[in-house]
């Protein structure tokens, strides 16, 4: 008997596989759009220095590689808690709020939808349309029933008028995953009237938000970016978020991230946070360390957040230098209107509006990498390179 006779192949992850084609293509002249990770003037995804700072004191001062606690490092819990919520959070101040530590804002989402699979039986959740590709496959795998609410037409314009009606026929009790900043695939961020309007309908359909904050620092600022996820944990007694430390503490690899909880009061939310723990231990058991150390060594530390500060402004700061610059890279093809809405985008992504074929085109002809779905990395681009990208994306424009 074969046991594994049965079994199909599956096509390789949309994102994910474009990492191993890019690596394949033998052009020098290549360009790596594709997977979500920040780039510098050199082409290098960089350390931050104030990780490698905090990481030479972990290994100087690290006595111990027992086990975490299923909700992982404690000081990173209550340190990711008040970046997200804000140090001055009632929430957190009536303490009906905490994080949990996760492997990476992905392992925060599984919690989060197995969570609401076990404890919340027949919720459905409503996904933008679009949104990250493993949104979709996550919450189905997990049993969820999922539906999508209208997001961006396809004129690639956000339509919040759509979005508002659809989520305001939502079955009450559903979920509604809502991103807080620099919207994955698009870049479309909602305005801070939108977020109110959004506010009230979940309030009138007695929906549960789940929002994914993967992005802290990378739209308009740490504080900035927080403001929508603030005024949700203010305005309401209960809420999920899930955060992520890839892009702005640059730790991708060390899968470092939080499901935070707030709650209706102290006693309920020990009554999810031990749900939570039980759930995770099916899963991952405890969290992993090293990243989360890191990351509460630089919170926990005047000086290394300062430094920390500076340097995730300076990623933000430069992407969007590089919208800016491929708009105007466009600009002597007679193509800067049809893509001024790069540079209005927010965060490593942009929904460019070229064709699944157009894609195609770039990568066959030009050896230019991005999500079939028309997205790019902006974080990927290369200052010096601007003018190349913008060639190949008005020839296979024409
Ligand atoms: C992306 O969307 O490219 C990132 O979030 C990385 C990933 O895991 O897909």
């Not at 005047?302 to 590089?322: C, F, G, P, S, T």
């Amino acid at each position: 008997m074969r046991h594994f006779g049965q079994i199909a192949r599956v096509p390789g992850d949309p994102i994910l596989g474009l990492m191993e084609a890019f690596a394949a293509d033998a052009n020098p002249a290549k360009l790596d759009l594709g997977v979500g990770v920040y780039k510098d003037a050199r082409g290098l995804t960089p350390i931050p220095r104030a990780v490698k700072l905090a990481e030479q004191r972990l290994v100087e001062g690290e006595t111990s590689k027992s086990y975490i606690g299923g909700h992982g490092d404690a000081l990173f819990s209550a340190r990711l808690a008040e970046l997200v919520l804000g140090a001055a959070s009632p929430a957190l101040a009536e303490q009906r709020a905490a994080a949990s530590q996760t492997p990476g804002g992905t392992g925060a989402l599984r919690l989060a939808a197995d969570f609401i699979g076990h404890c919340l039986p027949g919720r459905g959740i409503w996904l933008s349309d679009p949104t990250w590709p493993i949104h979709e496959t996550l919450f189905a795998e997990a049993g969820l029933r999922v539906g999508h609410y209208p997001y961006v037409g396809a004129d690639n314009r956000l339509d919040v008028e759509a979005m508002l009606e659809t989520l305001g026929r939502l079955p009450q009790g559903d979920v509604v995953l809502l991103h807080a900043c620099c919207h994955n695939p698009t870049g479309f961020d909602l305005g801070q009237d939108d977020w109110q309007r959004v506010l009230e309908v979940v309030k009138a359909r007695e929906l549960l938000p789940l929002i994914d904050f993967a992005y802290q620092g990378f739209g308009d600022g740490l504080e900035q970016d927080a403001w929508a996820v603030r005024l949700f944990a203010e305005a309401l007694p209960e809420l999920l978020i899930t955060s992520s430390c890839s892009k702005n503490f640059g730790l991708y690899r060390e899968r470092t991230g939080a499901l935070l909880v707030c709650a209706a009061d102290t006693g309920k939310l020990q009554d999810v946070r031990s749900q939570l723990a039980s759930i995770a231990r099916n899963l991952w058991s405890t969290p992993p360390a090293h990243g989360a150390a890191v990351v509460a060594s630089i919170l926990d530390d005047d000086e290394l957040k300062a430094l920390w500060i500076d340097e995730l402004d300076a990623m933000r700061q430069r992407v969007a230098a590089l919208r800016q610059g491929l708009v105007e890279a466009l600009r002597p093809h007679g193509l800067a209107e049809r893509f001024a809405h790069i540079a209005v985008q927010r965060g490593m992504f942009s929904y460019t509006g070229l064709s699944p074929r157009q894609v195609q085109r770039l990568r066959e002809e030009y050896s230019v990498y991005m999500v079939g779905s028309g997205r790019a990395n902006v974080a990927g681009l290369d200052a010096q390179r601007l003018d190349q990208l913008a060639s190949a994306i008005a020839r296979v424009f024409s």
